[in-house]
């Protein structure tokens, strides 16, 4: 599982909800996540779809706020997210 670096930018309609950026390379992208899934600054995306040199194609885990739900950001924004043990 991979985890994908957002900033905190507002509240949502909801008290359980955050908006969130995302830094792609075309500019910030912004959406509204359950407070739940932020995660010290990450978000969880599962792995990327596709690589282009530093660059990689992500599927967010909600739409964003100019309807996309892949976007392409720096590999510097993601983070691998160790595998939880099953207790």
Do not use: C
């Not at 309609?13 to 830094?23: A, F, I, P, Q, Y």
């Not at 990450?42 to 964003?64: A, H, M, Q, V």
């Not at 510097?76 to 939880?84: G, V």
């Amino acid at each position: 599982m991979m985890k994908v670096k957002v900033a905190e930018v507002g509240k949502g309609l909801h008290h359980s909800e955050v908006v969130v950026t995302v830094k792609t390379i075309g500019g910030d992208q912004s959406l509204v996540i359950d407070r739940r899934s932020l995660d010290n600054g990450f978000i969880r995306i599962g792995y990327p779809i596709r690589e282009n040199k530093k660059n990689y194609l992500i599927e967010l885990p909600r739409e964003t706020s100019s309807g996309s739900w892949r976007v392409w950001v720096n590999r510097a924004q993601l983070e691998d997210e160790p595998e939880r043990q099953l207790a």
